[in-house]
């Protein structure tokens, strides 16, 4: 595709369940990045993959989160036992080779937890 | 990562007024780069700055990296309408607050 792509661009779910966030980079991009909005917030940084191998990690708010990366192409972030505060916005980006080029950022993920 | 510093956290100017925002590091930057974000869209990127005392220019935009790479700034020329938006500086996986720029017609 032309640009970095998330699904769902929405998703509602209950206090409790689990959650899959999709990201589909830029063909080429080896660098992806996940990050977190908060409503009128600035982008907390979740974790980085180079490849299909997460470097840092440090970002991720607690053990109920996860992401997984195959094939250096999509990725997967998991939010187990959703909880309120985890609505917002999860923004994927992806960068050609290195984390100093420039990010490519995907539509989002406005994730609303009831 | 160390979270670069940005200041301030909101501006609203009157149109054809000048802007400007500032980010800080305790450290010394390898570069930086900086992005925009229109309200209720995702941040776009706008320019990377790597060498010391860098001076770049996009029409009414000029970005400065400062001397020792441990501030950098965004100033605006002239404001419009079409300038409104949040204004982040990112460095090592980290981005600042952003400066959310609002402007009156």
């Known amino acids: 595709g032309a640009g970095v792509s998330q699904s769902p661009s929405n998703k509602v779910t209950e206090k409790g369940k689990d959650v899959e966030l999709r990201c589909d980079p830029i063909?080429?991009?080896?660098?992806l990045y996940w990050y977190r909005q908060r409503l009128g917030q600035g982008l907390e940084f979740l974790i980085y993959?180079?490849?299909?191998?997460?470097?840092?990690k440090s970002g991720l708010p607690s053990d109920r989160f996860s992401a997984e990366r195959t094939g250096e192409s999509v990725s997967t972030l998991t939010i187990q036992r959703t909880q309120q505060e985890d609505s917002a916005v999860y923004l994927c980006?992806?960068?050609?080779?290195?984390?100093?080029?420039?990010?490519?950022f995907g539509p989002g993920t406005r994730l609303t937890v009831l | 990562g160390q979270q670069v510093m940005q200041i301030p956290q909101y501006q609203h100017v009157q149109e054809g007024e000048d802007f400007t925002t500032y980010c800080n590091s305790s450290?010394?930057?390898?570069?930086i780069q900086w992005y925009k974000q229109r309200p209720g869209g995702h941040p776009v990127f706008l320019i990377q700055l790597v060498k010391s005392g860098e001076v770049k220019k996009q029409k009414r935009l000029t970005f400065q990296f400062g001397e020792a790479k441990k501030n950098s700034s965004l100033h605006i020329t002239a404001t419009q309408t079409t300038d409104v938006g949040t204004y982040f500086c990112y460095n090592d996986m980290r981005f600042g607050a952003g400066t959310r720029l609002t402007v009156k017609p």
């Open positions: 980006a992806s960068s050609f080779l290195t984390v100093y080029n420039e990010q490519f």
């Open positions: 450290t010394t930057l390898s570069n």
């Open positions: 063909s080429g991009h080896t660098a």
């Open positions: 993959f180079q490849g299909n191998s997460a470097p840092d």
